[in-house]
């Protein structure tokens, strides 16, 4: 499922990263690759804080639909 499903407060791990391959690489770089942990910390308008690899990072809801977890 996306990692828009997941609820504030939450973890899940993260099973595949989709796009195209320069969205990929962005996200990749952020920490966000297969099998790595992500909380989400906070939901505003869709949007989301999550905490990744000792990092918070803030995310539009047209990425995280990208990010399956």
């Known amino acids: 499922m996306p990692l828009t499903f997941i609820k504030e407060g939450e973890t899940g791990s993260i099973k595949k990263v989709g796009g195209k391959e320069e969205t990929r690489q962005f996200l990749e770089n952020l920490g966000f690759v297969t099998g790595a942990d992500v909380k ?30």
Do not use: E
């Open 40 to 69: 989400v910390v906070s939901v505003a308008n869709g949007n989301l804080i999550v905490n990744i690899k000792d990092s918070r990072i803030a995310i539009g809801k047209d990425m995280a639909a990208r990010i399956m977890v």
